[in-house]
């Protein structure tokens, strides 16, 4: 966890929280540095950060934002292919988020 200013953008934060993941195997030998997927929501969906996520050969389901997507369609057959994105595992994400805001909402009530 990082903690930024409240006027930071949490994308600025996005590489160096990835790099300190450490995903523990079943049975013996060293935690994993990489996970097998990342799954965030538009304010992630920049090409830096689908770059290195490709670079690392890390899945990822995040939606593309509606500029760039039109942006995208607006440039033709050089604007690209469109991101990949599964609706259903996007969903799960929800259960995460929705765990991680329990959990931070009751560390604010504590003080």
Excluded: W
């Excluded at 760039?68 to 607006?74: F, G, M, S, V």
């Amino acid at each position: 966890m990082v903690i930024t200013p409240g006027h930071r953008a949490d994308c600025t934060q996005f590489e160096p929280v990835t790099e300190k993941i450490r995903v523990p195997r079943k049975g013996r030998g060293r935690p994993r540095r990489t996970p097998c997927s990342v799954s965030a929501d538009r304010a992630y969906s920049n090409r830096k950060i689908r770059a290195y996520l490709r670079s690392r050969g890390i899945r990822h389901v995040i939606p593309e934002k509606k500029a760039h997507k039109a942006a995208r369609l607006r440039r033709g057959s050089r604007g690209g292919r469109p991101c990949d994105f599964d609706a259903a595992r996007y969903k799960k994400r929800n259960t995460v988020e929705r765990a991680i805001n329990k959990t931070s909402s009751h560390l604010v009530s504590l003080r």
